[in-house]
């Protein structure tokens, strides 16, 4: 229990955001068409920010296919965190693995390999990390839905920046090597340059896998020196 207090807690920095995103999503869901409790109720079930931002964004003007394909796309980011953190749960049984993939958020994730590279990670502190989240994102999707036709510009509020800036600051803590400072200018600059040329949110995808790969390479090139 004290692993997983110690995972709910250094989610506490990362609130407000959270909070502000959700209030955000709620919002929009709402004036999508979905009611508060679908609004609620996809957050609970999905539980994954940029794809549910997605979903409300072609509600209504796209049929089920389009949105599916278009969430699965963009949550394949998911796929290279679990290949990442994995190895660290390579001994759990499965009744382990499948909450913790399901809880496996961006936040959670960085918090959780941050510990695991220290030394000092476990599957309670992951566990306690994805609750952290969880118990906020559901919430305060709820709380915007329930606000959402009382607020008709809600980008006026400045929400959408908080979440890139969260971003921002849970990178910080990765860059502590000049390997680390040298892939995530590299991520930076593909994704940019991919945004441009690519459709959908496909630069993601390339992104973090050319810049992975690169990552690979020089950390190679580095043990063998």
Do not use: C
Request: aromatic content about 10%; overall charge neutral.
């Amino acid at each position: 229990m004290h692993e997983v207090r110690r995972g709910l807690l250094a989610t506490a920095p990362l609130a407000p955001g959270i909070a502000a995103f959700g209030l955000l999503y709620g919002i929009l869901a709402r004036q999508a068409g979905l009611t508060p409790f679908q609004t609620w109720a996809m957050s609970m079930t999905v539980f994954a920010g940029s794809a549910q931002f997605v979903a409300v964004g072609m509600w209504g003007a796209n049929g089920a296919l389009p949105i599916i394909v278009t969430t699965f796309v963009l949550n394949l980011r998911h796929l290279l965190m679990g290949l990442s953190i994995g190895p660290y749960l390579a001994g759990l049984p499965t009744r382990w693995k499948a909450p913790l993939a399901f809880w496996l958020t961006d936040e959670a994730y960085a918090l959780a390999i941050a510990e695991y590279r220290q030394g000092r990670g476990t599957h309670h502190y992951l566990l306690g990390a994805g609750l952290g989240i969880y118990l906020i994102w559901p919430i305060s999707g709820l709380i915007g839905a329930l606000a959402g036709t009382a607020v008709s510009d809600p980008a006026r509020w400045g929400l959408d920046i908080i979440f890139p800036l969260t971003f921002l600051g849970l990178l910080v803590t990765f860059l502590d090597d000049r390997v680390s400072i040298v892939v995530a200018l590299a991520a930076g600059a593909i994704a940019l340059a991919a945004s441009l040329v690519l459709p959908g949110t496909w630069y993601i995808i390339v992104a973090g896998i050319l810049a992975s790969t690169l990552g690979l390479l020089l950390e190679e090139r580095k043990a063998g020196a």
